[in-house]
């Protein structure tokens, strides 16, 4: 089923009820302005005929450059109606990158604001298979406006008829752990995903989104519920103004909301310091990055009829387990503060998980380790994408066949409990390998995390006289980069305490972590590895010796 049926569906059935909702700031109050789900459904039909006219076909790869707006989703779904293949790339990235995956991609058509298609008349070379250009804004030369008589077109427009399998968008990883790759999706794959989340958090047509991430706005309307699209730069989750997303969460008593864990910290410490509470709040749902239990006790309160969620998964594979802050404080707190990683609950139904032999080549088949034995997760299920758009070495990294059952490798470590629970340890390229031991980065992380003037921490690999070693970057709440005596004799201790003397030797305090660019938590630990092999530290064998 095409997946922009699910639109019309709710259109028909629902067609007055408010689709997408833009937080205007107008002085120092908001405009709402809005789509109802009729209103959606015809502006998108009349979009994809202005498309179609001006010779947009099925399977063209459409580069799409649009801030959230009203329309973000709107031409989006007008795009799925006519079996074009959206292609989201995160400008974030940095030029390098974005030009490399625009490059690689190859798109057919360009749809976005008028700043990109001045940037793209400079670079040409990236932007050179592109045949049709559209724009949001009048450009002057052979690039087609958009809203030029875009009410004279047919308010009708039957979805292309699709197959499971046929190709629905491209959606591209954020590279902030290699390369970005652009990720295959196909219809079969949106509507495994959004009947997955629906039925994972119990959501219909009753209630309200605000989401952090604009893409999750696409599953959530196609479940009928509102989308509040909040006041904030999707590119800088972790800057943005809490009382903007408070005062957008209570102007239409969102219910779901989700984003990056940076965003729901800062909401949080904001909420706990004014004595606020979000009484409409049912779901926090936070993903790009492990959340640390505090970040879940900080919102327990703020929430009363609410909690927090977890849910795991990548662009690859989405989702994969959920686990609530409710179960991690009551059953999980003390395990996961103490080495023994980060507890992501349950594997959610239909998905499939192994644990895996760790290797770091591709693989024909699944060595399959024993419950509470660390090793690689690779899943399998209805979400599963077949691979990256031509990039054949990366798919074959990425994937393993066996029979006609496809089995994706997420490029993590961890294992499964007696429970069946999923726990995570760090990503595979983070860990250490020491001439006797692995350490695995999230769970010798969680021994220091908990020291109050720490931040965060971040286990790096270290190349000392010839022989790897295992090195810690720590950030402070004050970011100061001197360390007193009196911190380094407490972290000695956190190390002896936690029998880790042998293996983490080094120490190193930084002002501001690197983070990714999409959800602006995760650590860029391998860029931090780097800073630390060239930088002056602090050595427990020296104190010892």
Request: aromatic share 8%; with cysteine.
């Amino acid at each position: 089923m095409n997946i922009a049926h699910r639109i019309a569906e709710v259109a028909r059935v629902f067609p007055d009820k408010k689709s997408v909702v833009f937080s205007k700031r107008v002085g120092h109050d908001y405009e709402y302005p809005f789509y109802t789900f009729r209103e959606f459904e015809t502006r998108s039909n009349q979009i994809a005929n202005f498309l179609e006219n001006h010779g947009v076909k099925p399977g063209m790869r459409v580069l799409l450059f649009v801030k959230p707006c009203l329309d973000f989703s709107v031409i989006t779904f007008s795009l799925f109606k006519m079996g074009a293949i959206p292609v989201l790339i995160d400008p974030g990235m940095g030029m390098k990158n974005l030009l490399r995956s625009v490059k690689q991609v190859r798109p057919d058509v360009l749809i976005s604001i008028g700043a990109v298609h001045w940037v793209r008349r400079i670079l040409r070379d990236s932007f050179k298979s592109i045949k049709i250009h559209i724009s949001l804004n009048e450009v002057w030369g052979k690039t087609h406006y958009l809203y030029k008589n875009l009410g004279s077109y047919s308010k009708e427009y039957t979805p292309l008829e699709v197959s499971h399998d046929t190709h629905a968008a491209i959606l591209f990883t954020s590279g902030g752990t290699g390369i970005p790759k652009g990720v295959i999706y196909t219809h079969g794959i949106l509507n495994a995903q959004t009947e997955s989340l629906q039925k994972m958090f119990s959501l219909d047509e009753t209630q309200v989104d605000l989401p952090g991430f604009a893409l999750f706005a696409l599953f959530t309307l196609a479940m009928g519920m509102t989308s509040v699209i909040p006041d904030m730069d999707p590119t800088r989750p972790s800057q943005c103004d809490p009382k903007k997303i408070i005062a957008n969460i209570n102007s239409h008593q969102a219910t779901f909301v989700a984003g990056s864990p940076a965003i729901w910290k800062r909401v949080g410490e904001y909420c706990s310091k004014h004595q606020i509470t979000l009484p409409s709040v049912k779901h926090v749902v936070m993903f790009g990055a492990p959340v640390r239990t505090e970040i879940h006790q900080l919102l327990e309160h703020i929430i009363p009829n609410g909690d927090t969620f977890t849910p795991y998964g990548a662009t690859e594979f989405l989702p994969v387990a959920l686990i609530s802050g409710s179960e991690i404080l009551n059953l999980h707190q003390h395990k996961m503060n103490n080495g023994g990683g980060v507890c992501l609950g349950k594997v959610v139904s239909p998905v499939q998980i192994k644990i895996m032999k760790v290797s770091d080549i591709p693989e024909s088949g699944i060595h399959e380790l024993p419950t509470n034995t660390p090793g690689e997760i690779v899943v399998t299920g209805p979400q599963v994408t077949p691979g990256y758009f031509e990039m054949a070495d990366e798919t074959n990294k990425a994937k393993i066949k066996i029979g006609q059952t496809l089995w994706h490798r997420m490029g993590d470590l961890g294992y499964l409990d007696e429970e069946n629970n999923l726990w995570f340890l760090g990503r595979k390229g983070h860990r250490v390998e020491l001439a006797n031991e692995t350490l695995y980065s999230i769970s010798v992380e969680s021994f220091y995390n908990q020291h109050p003037e720490v931040s965060r921490t971040s286990l790096v690999s270290l190349v000392r006289e010839g022989r790897v070693a295992a090195g810690l970057v720590i950030e402070r709440h004050d970011h100061q980069t001197k360390a007193s005596a009196q911190f380094i004799h407490e972290i000695s201790n956190i190390t002896r305490k936690n029998g880790l003397q042998d293996k983490v030797v080094e120490f190193f305090l930084h002002p501001s972590f690197p983070v990714d660019v999409r959800h602006n938590i995760k650590i860029d630990r391998v860029k931090l590895g780097q800073w630390a092999t060239g930088s002056k530290g602090w050595s427990l064998r020296k104190q010892n010796g």
